[in-house]
C-alpha cells in the first residue's frame, strides 16, 4: 500500500462518519443551515421516554436546503466555529404554499 493511498482517505474510511437526518430550521445564512435532530431519550429513574433535540449547523454548498426541508447531514471536519457537519441530501421538500 503506497503512503498516498493512506494520507489521502478512502472511502471506506468515509463510511464510518456519523450522518444524521433532520428539519432544516434556518437558511438565512450564506451555505449554510441550521438542523433541528429530534430524538427520544429514557429517563433513568422514571423510565420514561423524553424528547430531546439537537440544532446542527450544516455546510450548504449550492444553498439548496429551504426551511420545513428533511435533510440528511454527514460529519466532516470542523469548518467554523460551529459548522461540523456537511449536507448530502435533501430527503423530502417542505410543502409548498
Known sequence: MSDEA?????????????????QVKSNKMQKTVVIEVSRKVRHPLYEKYISRRTKLYAHDENNEAKVGDIVEVMQTRPLSKLKRWRLIRVVQRAAQD
Not at 463510511?15 to 437526518?21: E, Q, S
Open 6 to 22: 493512506t494520507l489521502s482517505g478512502s472511502p471506506a474510511e468515509r463510511a464510518d462518519r456519523k450522518v444524521m437526518r433532520g
